[in-house]
């Protein structure tokens, strides 16, 4: 008995794993005249008794497997007739894949069985399958050009087996045990591991939704002819930068591949024969191994750069082919720490085999067989089988990561590919396109189709001034149970738009607004409007520093404030206190409308301002038409019910606002104010339609029953939009369910999607007059099914960033491959191939809050200003309580002291970096967790290793201690937020917003007090009350009253029964 080979290892234990039918190799060979049976059955013997691999056997023993030779004896050849049946082929094709699929599974028998299949009196077909243990491709063709050889000459002359003789396998074998642990066995390793760079190459493509492990275990196969005149275009080019056609086909791979995945690094596993001398060349037996084949294009500019690129790679790793693929991986294993059982997803093997062979004077077709049971997700195989067959591209699919269509579609495109690289091997790479012309025009003409005639005037004002003539009487803000008509906020808009004209401001000047969520507020906002300036909002809960931030950066020179206000701001813009305003202006004030100016769309309305990477927020800047684009959308869109109220209780500073403040104003309905979403829980005495607000808040509503019963449509926008949260939606009420995406640069709303219970996850489809494309690093469009960044073009495209040209070019383009300007969101998204989008998450690493878009940069700014930090990333992780939400987590490199003073000198400057970033950042970007590092991980190339801060960063940091609860109330208290904040608190006396709290986890802790102790408390009362201690005692208050009234009724009762008793 023998060992067995490094490569039959592999093969041994691949079987052991996912059994053996994955080790079936074998095929079938048509000939087409008539066959001399007995003749055949002798040139089989001869075949087999002249070959030692057809008498090995495999067997276990004390944790390995070894093999030997069996007694020369074979059964005799099967013949099966299909002549007679009905469809005489399809039959025997039938028969013949159902026996390939059957695995061998006894291994100490027989490994080989073959059959000769009659089709018809002049068509016969030889069928044979061997386990990979004992056979290989190469060798299987070697069979079947030997058994049709040996045909010819047992007719001519009496052959006996001892008369042919070939090559011994075993004796392969036998001088293959000295390489493991041979210093070419060491330098092999070397190489390979060079050549394995860490990457996620590996993990390339995934597995599709709703896979199972039948999926897994299974593989089917998709076909495609190549051109002969295309293929010899290849053979003809590549030969010519001394290339083979394989690199052809292995570039087509990686430009495919890299650009669809969106990945730099693509591995393909391809087979080499490992036959190093003409003597292994002529064996029988299983030789092949499996080179992993790392590809980059480096620094190639076309496709004959990559070829020669990819031709330079083979030649080096043919040097070193004999080092068997599974000793890699555990070499790869140790040193990367990984646990990976594979390095490539993708497998190719151009099997040619033009052996001219002929019976009867007929070419002899040769075809080999897949076994369905591929484990790669991809394995492409190219059969140039000589003149006489067309040349074939199969790609074996595994069933876990493509279904039939997906996989046919990628064949297409690779087929494409191959022409476009026939056509003209000195193409840019950035030429090829990966999508088939019929999905180029899908993508830009059908899925794209979004022009709609706009029918609303050209400016924001000028529609509402439309509705205020229709509808004068008409509700159009309600505030706190009173309402202002439409003729009324027009009124008090025209004096501010009169007072404004009055003061000299320009059309497009930026005002400033500085004012709490009152009518006035809408009405500054429309008098600026009137009066030609662009409104610039600044909400009153900003700290100083952003205010006058903004105040500087969109060089205002008069805000629109209240009297709080006068106090805030800086004395140097021209502060004007609107309802005092309007109260001067009430008698003698001018309340027409002001005449056009000769205003356009294409005049800027408003600058809203979002998180910056540079440590700065950045201004954008929209125009009317913009604006009115939307306005248009949502009025063919919604059903005019649905917009007969809706809540505004979004941040002006959030371009949500403007879809709440503006849409119904636009189309008879009334804006209902709120100082915020969450103020529903205790009732905004008005009936509200509509509500427009980020999942997060929404599910906190949910969780408390403060959704109102007439609400008929939801719009979630913002963040993510998980099925589970529009499952539980539908579980509660009737309701429309609108998943909106859309940054501040494309106006409020790009894309939507009316999600359903059970649907799927998606933000839609663009709105109408928008367009939405999915780009690769290269520019180009990518197939659907493909990440990569999502670009924005169409009626909603901002100007660009106030005073900030370099940034606008930078995030502004002109698209070459779409024809059009185009914004680059840095979100990225792939199409379903029903012309869905599905959000997939930020490109870099700007994440949102509770909707809020925020550029960690911004925050790392203001970490890194502050002394004793000496490096800092700010990380979003999901909330250990509430995983469909995030929370912020600060991690800092502290300068280091003495060991024994470390804790203490973190928790000071924690506690000083607290205080400074809550008067420059908002509470929205506050981090809710500061992690103190030792040193920051990094990678391969000095940057911060964010995933690793992922990964590493598991509970929230345990709080110092803190002051004690001192009664039961404020124990049980304690716990609560505990529950909510999903980590420890300090103690009674910190703040909810400074150990992770914010307003929504305010409403959750609300829900949990009234379950724990009865009492039911509002949330302004809670936005008061903000330590455990204060909570607590106001828990003890109410139980009091409510012990005191409670004793009132009883008495007041006693009293009447005492009436009665009379």
Known sequence: MQGLTPTQEGIYFEGKFFGEAVNNIGGY???????????????????????????????????????????????????????????????AMEWIQSRFEEAFQDLSRSVFQDALLKVSADEYWYFAKAHHLMMDGWGFALQMQRFIELYERVDRETLAPEDVRFPSFLEYVSRQSGYRGSRASADDLDYWLGRHRPSAAARLLTPREGSGPDDRASSRRVSAVIDADLFAALKRQSAQVGANVTAAFLSVLYVYFSRACNCADVVVSSPVHNRRSANDKNIIGSLVNVNACPLNAGDAESFEDLVRLVARD??????????????????????????????????????????????????????????NRERAPATFVLCDYGAGQDIALHLDYNCAYFDEAAAKETLDRVHHLLRQAAADFARPLVALSLLTPAERERQLMDWNATRVEISMPGCIDHCFERQAAATP?????????????????????????????????????????????????????LGILKAGACYVPIDTAYPAARANYILDDSASSVVLTDAAGLARLPQAATRLDVDALLSQAAAAGDSANPAPLGRAGEQAAYVIYTSGSTGQPKGVVI???????????????????????????????????????????????????????????????????LINTVPSAIAALLESGSIP????????AGELLRQELVDAICESREVEIFDLYGPSEDTTYSTCARRRKHGPQSIGRPIHNKRAYVLGEDGGL???????????????????????????????VFCEQVGERVYRTGDLARFAGNGELQYLGRKDHQVKIRGHRIEPGEIEAGIARHDGVEACAVIARADPRAPQDKLLVACLVTRRVDPAEQAEADERLLQSLRESLGQSLPDYMMPAHFVCLERMPLTSNGKTDRDALA????????????????????????????????????????????????????????????????ERIDLQSMFAHTTARAQAQLVDRRSELSGLLSRLRFADSERHAGYIDL
């Open 709 to 716: 019963a007439t609400v008929r449509c939801i719009n979630l």
């Open 473 to 525: 009487d008409a509700p159009a803000i309600a505030w706190r149970g009173e309402f202002m008509t439409y003729a009324e906020a027009n009124a008090l808009a025209n004096r501010v738009a009169h007072h404004l004209i009055g003061l000299g401001v320009r059309p497009e000047q930026p005002v400033c607004v500085y004012l709490p969520r009152t009518p006035t507020l809408i009405v500054a906002l």
């Open 623 to 689: 125009e009317h038409r913009n604006a009115v684009a939307l306005f248009d959308w949502a009025a063919k869109t919604y059903h005019r019910e649905d917009l007969r109220a809706v809540l505004a209780a979004t941040s002006v500073c959030f371009d949500l606002s403007v879809f709440e403040m503006f849409v119904p104003l636009a189309t008879g309905g009334s804006v209902v104010l709120a100082d915020n979403v969450l103020a529903l829980r205790d009732g905004v005495g008005h009936p509200v339609t």
């Open 951 to 1014: 990964q590493t960063f598991v509970d929230p940091p345990r709080a110092q201690a803190g002051e004690a609860p001192r009664t039961e109330t404020e124990a049980r208290m304690l716990g609560l937020w505990r529950e909510v904040l999903g980590t420890s608190v300090a103690g009674v006396g910190e703040s909810f917003f400074k150990v992770g709290g914010d307003s929504i986890r305010l409403v959750k802790l609300a829900a949990r007090i009234e379950a724990e102790f009865g």
């Open 782 to 812: 990518l197939p659907a099914g493909s990440s990569g960044e999502l670009h924005l073009a169409g009626a909603g495209l901002a100007r660009g960033y106030l005073g900030r040209p370099e940034l606008t070019d930078e995030r502004f």
């Open 29 to 91: 060979q048509k000939y087409f005249c008539e066959l001399d049976v007995p003749r055949f059955a002798r040139a089989r013997d001869v075949l087999l008794r002249s070959n030692d691999a057809y008498r090995l056997r495999f067997a276990d023993g004390d944790g390995e497997c070894r093999q030997a030779l069996a007694d020369p004896v074979f059964p005799p050849l099967d013949l099966v007739d299909c002549s007679s049946c009905a469809d005489p082929r399809g039959r």
């Open 314 to 371: 083979q030649k080096r790793d043919h040097r070193h082919s004999r080092f068997p693929i599974g000793d890699l991986i555990r070499g790869l294993r140790e040193r990367d720490g990984s646990s990976n059982e594979s390095i490539h997803q993708l497998a190719f093997n151009y099997q040619s085999l033009d052996f001219g062979l002929t019976v009867g004077g007929k070419p002899v077709e040769t075809h080999y067989l897949t076994h």
